[in-house]
């Protein structure tokens, strides 16, 4: 077996550890000179390339912006963490919980926990992302999207295409929408699913109805302060899409303090399945999330064996129909 180290491929071809090691493992981040000569340099000394998948991923990151370390976001993003933990377990790997803040240096922050790959999970901004490229380190988006990075996501799209189709399936008309930042990847595809279903059943959109809740991560004021606005308007909805569980059973309960009956006055949809919205009053329709399975799969991704191109995985959602909207579909 050849002793020919990624140490000594780094020194005869005068390049970084980081780089040769990217090279080697075909990862983004290098020009294809520089993969060419890592290669090389590889082959000429006799590397053995099996001992790359002698290298494996040992301990994982598991990322999640402060914004979404809320009690609000704490049902969804829980669940993932646990179908994440259980991977982990099974193939005896460590797991470590990193809360990062906006301007924060991320990779820097994780120096200490010497990781070997980033579950990065939930929105964070562009050049947080751009660091963990940068890094070298296998990188998963787990519910977050971006060109050239490995994700796997719910079908958001297709399951707000779901709830608002059946809303108007239950002869609702004046369809609300509150969602959050377009910037966040699952709340602008869902905001574009409940635009499709009008679309496709001929129903006149209208921004109006469109209402993005401020202070997202912050509590129930946004979300309060969003419901508020599409009751005031002049043709009030006869049904909400809210852009998650914890949103809608807020807007569930403004709705009902201000006198509306559920869902005879207004009809309220969510989206993930929450454990608190089988168990509302009413209990919430919803859209339903494999929130472990995201985590289970990010983490099986990651210890994959390198694609030439990134991987974009998303994986189906199913409406589930409670007593919060119209039944008769």
Not at 47 to 63: A, E, H, S, V, W
Not at 131 to 160: C, E, F, I
Request: hydrophobic share 40%; charged share 25%.
């Amino acid at each position: 077996m050849s002793s020919i180290t990624i140490r000594d491929i780094a020194k005869a071809a005068g390049l970084s550890i980081g780089t040769v090691s990217r090279g080697l493992r075909n990862q983004s981040g290098l020009s294809e000179e520089t993969r060419q000569v890592v290669r090389d340099t590889a082959l000429r000394l006799g590397y053995d390339f099996t001992q790359l998948r002698k290298n494996r991923i040992r301990r994982i990151g598991f990322l999640l912006h402060s914004q979404h370390n809320t009690l609000a976001s704490s049902p969804f993003f829980s669940a993932v963490l646990h179908g994440a933990e259980q991977v982990c377990r099974r193939e005896g790997l460590s797991l470590s919980f990193i809360v990062a803040g906006p301007g924060q240096p991320i990779v820097e922050q994780t120096r200490g926990h010497q990781l070997d790959a980033f579950l990065c999970v939930g929105y964070f901004e562009p050049e947080v992302l751009d660091a963990l490229k940068r890094s070298g380190k296998p990188t998963v988006l787990v519910d977050m999207h971006r060109r050239g990075m490995t994700s796997v996501n719910p079908d958001h799209q297709h399951g707000s295409f779901l709830a608002t189709s059946h809303l108007l399936r239950s002869g609702r008309r004046t369809i609300g929408l509150i969602s959050g930042s377009p910037a966040h990847y699952s709340l602008e595809q869902r905001a574009r699913g409940y635009r499709r279903a009008l679309f496709e059943a001929q129903v006149q959109a209208d921004p109006d109805l469109e209402v993005i809740a401020p202070q997202l991560g912050d509590g129930e004021a946004g979300v309060i302060a969003a419901m508020r606005v599409l009751l005031e308007r002049r043709k009030r909805p006869d049904a909400v899409v809210c852009f998650n569980d914890s949103a809608a059973l807020v807007a569930m309960r403004q709705c009902l303090n201000d006198g509306l009956r559920i869902p005879e006055d207004i009809a309220v949809v969510g989206f993930d399945d929450i454990g608190g919205a089988s168990v509302a009053h009413p209990p919430l329709s919803t859209v339903r999330v494999d929130k472990e399975s995201l985590g289970a799969k990010g983490v099986e991704l990651l210890l994959g064996t390198p694609a030439d191109e990134p991987l974009e995985l998303t994986l189906p959602v199913e409406l589930i129909v409670r007593d919060s909207t119209s039944s008769n579909d």
